[in-house]
């Protein structure tokens, strides 16, 4: 089993709908919790951080995280063409393993 | 504030030649990491320096390494380099405490022909 998983996608969607990405992660110590969003050709760039059960409101995005579950979940809502890219879901590790872990990411695709 | 600044932003190379990659963090911040990424891999850590210090490091070979001055500047360098080195590689700039946001710069990418 991966450490974090994503599912590759692509995730296609229409505009104005609600994209949902999702990410488990394995270790279940894991205290900190990203989103990154990577435009193809582009270094990733953070765009969500949750620390704790529930969710995270900015702007359109809603960052939802459930420990019990080990689920943590980007909701983007009124989605743009604009937010065509690939999206990195990252896990700060615990114990002796106190890295980022990163998942493949998933990507995806907002139709006009 | 300014960003995550990485140099040189290309760079072609041979076979068997070394590299030597620069990253300047966020003002402020004592921790950089190192990333490889290729297609299909996906984000691969290779390091992480915190306080000129290495305080974590990832699977890979010892022709990769690297350094933190005391201005928190960090160096990779990659010695012997070989074809499957060719890669975007990513610097990323954190406070180095316990919330961990980090900040990646544009990144460089090698061309090992």
């Known amino acids: 089993q991966k450490e974090v998983e994503q599912n590759s996608g692509p995730l296609s969607v229409p505009e104005g709908a609600i994209a949902s990405l999702n990410c488990t992660y394995s270790?279940?110590?894991?205290?900190?919790f990203f989103w990154y969003r990577q435009y193809s050709g582009k270094s990733p760039e953070l765009i969500m951080s949750i620390y704790s059960n529930g969710d995270k409101e900015d702007g359109r995005f809603t960052a939802q995280l459930n420990k019990a579950s080990q689920y943590v979940s980007l909701l983007i809502r009124d989605s743009q063409p604009s937010d065509s890219a690939t999206y990195l879901c990252?896990?700060?590790?615990?114990?002796?393993?106190?890295?980022?872990?990163w998942g493949l990411g998933t990507s995806l695709a907002v139709n006009p | 504030k300014a960003g995550v600044t990485q140099t040189p932003r290309y760079l072609i190379k041979t076979r068997g030649q070394q590299v030597t990659l620069s990253c300047s963090p966020i003002?402020?911040?004592?921790?950089v990491s190192w990333y490889q990424q290729t297609p299909g891999q996906g984000l691969q850590f290779l390091f992480e320096?915190?306080?000129?210090?290495?305080?974590n490091k990832g699977n890979f070979p010892g022709r990769f390494s690297g350094r933190q001055f005391s201005n928190s500047r960090s160096e990779m360098n990659v010695s012997t380099l070989e074809l499957g080195d060719s890669a975007l590689y990513l610097c990323?700039?954190?406070?180095?405490?316990?919330?961990?946001?980090?900040?990646f710069g544009p990144g460089t990418r090698l061309t090992v022909t």
């Open positions: 990323a700039s954190s406070s180095g405490t316990a919330a961990y946001e980090q900040y």
């Open positions: 003002s402020g911040h004592r921790s």
């Open positions: 990252a896990v700060y590790g615990a114990g002796n393993n106190r890295k980022l872990i």
């Open positions: 320096y915190f306080s000129e210090t290495q305080r």
């Open positions: 270790d279940r110590v894991s205290q900190s």
